[in-house]
């Protein structure tokens, strides 16, 4: 691969995964904001109080994602009034008019083979296009399987247009995907957990040497 991919764990919550993805050298760190359906969200409250907690103690390049699904457009608006985030993923089924008003942030824009609408309208007002195996219920419950856009991934690179690659990936066959697809950042949450939102230091690390090696 001609340049270095990027790694984002998502589905964060634990000060102790948070503190040992960070020292790994993790690109992004993510986490899923009020959505009960998921065994990884957490409440904006404890949003806030764990950026704070990571922005005192926890120096380097990480960036933050708030990774949301239909959340009212008033909390959007708050997490990047108070500087939550870096990044807004948006995993639900936002409107397009909605989607444009978001500003302040970069967005990201979770999509399936499965999505409607027309996803090159979408990439032309969000900064990347997050390439998933499922939507948001689905991967909440663990139901969503390996990434099998392929076509759609190879539509949007002939298009230019940036992604991030998401969808089953673990140390076992994530170099696969990097061979074949040359993603410049791969997403993983279930890969890297032994029970559903149960991060572990096992598996973040033997994820880590699978990329970087």
Same mark, same amino acid.
């Given at each position: 691969?001609?340049?270095?991919?990027?790694?984002?764990?998502?589905?964060?919550?634990?000060?102790?995964?948070?503190?040992?993805?960070?020292?790994?050298?993790?690109?992004?760190?993510?986490?899923?904001?009020?959505?009960?359906?998921?065994?990884?969200?957490?409440?904006?409250?404890?949003?806030?109080?764990?950026?704070?907690?990571?922005?005192?103690?926890?120096?380097?390049?990480?960036?933050?994602?708030?990774?949301?699904?239909?959340?009212?457009?008033?909390?959007?608006?708050?997490?990047?009034?108070?500087?939550?985030?870096?990044?807004?993923?948006?995993?639900?089924? &936002?409107? =397009? *008019?909605?989607?444009?008003?978001?500003?302040?942030?970069? @967005?990201?824009?979770?999509?399936? !083979?499965? +999505? %409607?609408?027309?996803?090159?309208?979408?990439?032309?007002?969000?900064?990347?296009?997050?390439?998933?195996?499922?939507?948001?219920?689905?991967?909440?419950?663990?139901?969503?399987?390996?990434?099998?856009?392929?076509?759609?991934?190879?539509?949007?690179?002939?298009?230019?247009?940036?992604?991030?690659?998401?969808?089953?990936?673990?140390?076992?066959?994530?170099?696969?995907?990097? &061979?074949? =697809? *040359?993603?410049?950042?791969?997403?993983?949450?279930?890969? @890297?957990?032994?029970?559903?939102? !149960?991060? +572990? %230091?096992?598996?973040?690390?033997?994820?880590?040497?699978?990329?970087?090696?």
């Amino acid at each position: 691969m001609s340049t270095k991919v990027q790694i984002k764990f998502c589905g964060m919550y634990t000060k102790a995964a948070l503190d040992y993805a960070i020292d790994l050298g993790v690109d992004y760190v993510g986490f899923v904001i009020d959505f009960p359906k998921s065994p990884r969200s957490i409440s904006l409250n404890e949003f806030h109080n764990t950026v704070e907690w990571l922005r005192k103690n926890k120096k380097g390049k990480y960036k933050i994602v708030a990774v949301t699904v239909d959340m009212p457009m008033e909390s959007i608006k708050l997490l990047i009034n108070k500087g939550l985030a870096d990044i807004i993923q948006l995993h639900g089924n &936002e409107r =397009l *008019s909605n989607i444009k008003k978001i500003k302040g942030v970069e @967005i990201w824009k979770a999509w399936n !083979k499965n +999505s %409607k609408g027309d996803v090159l309208e979408i990439a032309k007002v969000v900064d990347r296009i997050l390439l998933d195996s499922g939507n948001a219920t689905e991967k909440a419950l663990n139901r969503s399987g390996e990434f099998d856009a392929f076509a759609l991934y190879k539509q949007l690179k002939a298009k230019k247009v940036k992604t991030v690659l998401s969808g089953g990936m673990d140390a076992d066959n994530v170099k696969d995907y990097l &061979e074949k =697809l *040359s993603p410049e950042i791969i997403d993983v949450s279930r890969g @890297i957990e032994t029970t559903p939102g !149960k991060k +572990s %230091k096992k598996k973040m690390k033997e994820f880590m040497n699978s990329v970087i090696k």
